[in-house]
């Protein structure tokens, strides 16, 4: 909301003071602002500074903190504050005063303040996305890994586009319903939802589903799943148990088919999930429509392809897939160290052992480990030595138990695939502090038009 007297319609902003002002530029404002400090609400004229981690930028205002969304580096904008913290600020920018070059006209119209808060880059050109991902990757990697200047040159950070470009390209899209059972997505950091006609980054299939526009009254959320087999699913959850519809499967690459479904559905019991095809890795996989798997549909085949590359499996090697999921990793490691050697998934979702134990059952090296991994090292559910690590933690990281576990079975290198650049720089420092290295970085653009960035990395002893 404005302050009082405030005309929202205005060209420019909305002013910072019930006598009509926009609160100047840093260090040019009244000494009286510099004392309060930003509010909520509060317009403010700002430059912005260089990019950070969730798809801000930062800015300072009388020496305050300002981390601005919807903002390029170089540019003069006014913002308007949305959250007061401790130490800093978090805006939004409503009014772009200079703009930079990279800067585009955002193809969502919900790609807004104040709107749907999924996409982080719609107004940045899509090869600036992949620089701005690579700076947020370098100084997480110095900040946190505590890597030189030098160290992170000869990695040669940089993120690789996916095929397909920045739209049309999330397989999984789940749907947050509203009070009036709307279905939409939620504002940044809110659980306001935002009823949408169209996501514009979901797959062509998911986009031609009926979903938006259509009453939920009993659900809570909607899934929505094209996978790359094929299938497309759609799952109501609401309070209670969870209700499954099914559409045809075999839908086209430009959704046609699934722009048809539009009759009576068929209603699954809740004990009875459907299951999806996906294809990566040379192979078929059967999974619950519910369970992981990436969202991007040439993610999975790019990030194995890095792995091996980087790990370089030799026959009658044995390997660890950590946080394995379905098990996608091993069974690309498998099929380079051959069907003598040892392959040792460990998942702890029920869901993904379930998963990894039926499409893995044809490789005989390979065994599944129903364990938290923390648990399967600490308890020597799995022993070393090892050759070939493959870890793939959650957003959180692996953190240090785990590292320092993982060295001490002596493997030969790990391949880290990581999801967050400063979960995946804590835990590099903690490799270099047990004397390991970062040696090679890729990164990959799984995620376009948001912040998101894939980041597979090659970690060995040091010499």
Not at 76 to 82: K, M, N
Not at 125 to 130: E, N, R, S
Not at 244 to 252: E, G, H, S
Not at 437 to 447: P, Q, S, W, Y
Request: glycine fraction near 10%; charge should be neutral.
């Amino acid at each position: 909301m404005t302050r009082p007297g405030v005309d929202a319609s205005r060209a420019g902003a909305a002013p910072a003071y019930g006598d009509g002002r926009v609160r100047p530029a840093a260090g040019t404002g009244p000494g009286e602002a510099a004392r309060r400090g930003l509010e909520e609400a509060e317009r403010v004229e700002l430059t912005v500074d260089a990019v950070a981690p969730g798809g801000h930028c930062v800015a300072r205002v009388d020496g305050q903190v300002v981390f601005v969304r919807h903002a390029l580096p170089g540019e003069r904008v006014v913002a308007e504050v949305t959250e007061v913290h401790r130490g800093f600020v978090r805006a939004d920018a409503v009014t772009v005063l200079d703009a930079a070059p990279q800067r585009v006209a955002p193809p969502c119209p919900y790609a807004k303040p104040g709107l749907c808060g999924g996409c982080d880059l719609q107004h940045v050109a899509p090869a600036a996305q992949l620089d701005w991902k690579a700076a947020v990757v370098r100084e997480q990697l110095r900040r946190l890994a505590g890597l030189t200047d030098a160290e992170i040159d000869r990695l040669g950070v940089r993120v690789a586009a996916l095929p397909g470009g920045p739209l049309g390209w999330r397989s999984r899209v789940r749907y947050a319903v509203d009070a009036a059972g709307r279905a939409g997505l939620l504002k940044h950091r809110s659980h306001e939802v935002v009823p949408v006609d169209r996501c514009l980054i979901a797959h062509p299939a998911i986009q031609a589903l009926p979903v938006l526009g259509r009453p939920w009254p009993a659900a809570e959320a909607v899934e929505a799943v094209a996978s790359t087999g094929g299938d497309v699913t759609v799952t109501a959850l609401p309070d209670g148990p969870t209700t499954r519809v099914d559409v045809p499967a075999a839908v086209p690459s430009d959704g046609s088919a699934a722009a048809r479904v539009g009759g009576p559905a068929t209603v699954l019991p809740p004990d009875g999930p459907a299951t999806v095809r996906e294809v990566a890795a040379g192979r078929e996989w059967t999974l619950p429509a519910s369970g992981f798997w990436q969202v991007h549909p040439a993610a999975a085949d790019t990030l194995v392809d890095a792995v091996l590359d980087l790990l370089d499996p030799q026959p009658g090697e044995s390997a660890w897939d950590l946080y394995g999921g379905a098990g996608l990793f091993a069974a690309a490691v498998a099929a380079r160290v051959g069907p003598a050697a040892r392959v040792t998934v460990v998942e702890s979702a029920g869901e993904g052992v379930a998963a990894a134990r039926d499409n893995l059952r044809d490789l005989p090296g390979v065994e599944v480990v129903a364990a938290r991994v923390e648990t399967a090292l600490a308890r020597r559910r799995i022993t070393g030595p090892v050759d070939l690590v493959v870890l793939d933690p959650p957003r959180s990281g692996a953190g240090a138990r785990v590292v320092r576990d993982v060295v001490a079975a002596g493997p030969r290198a790990v391949a880290y695939v990581a999801c967050d650049p400063a979960a995946f720089a804590r835990d590099v420092r903690t490799f270099a502090e047990a004397g390991w290295e970062l040696v090679a970085l890729r990164g990959f653009d799984l995620f376009p038009m948001t912040q998101h960035v894939e980041l597979v990395g090659l970690l060995r002893p040091g010499r």
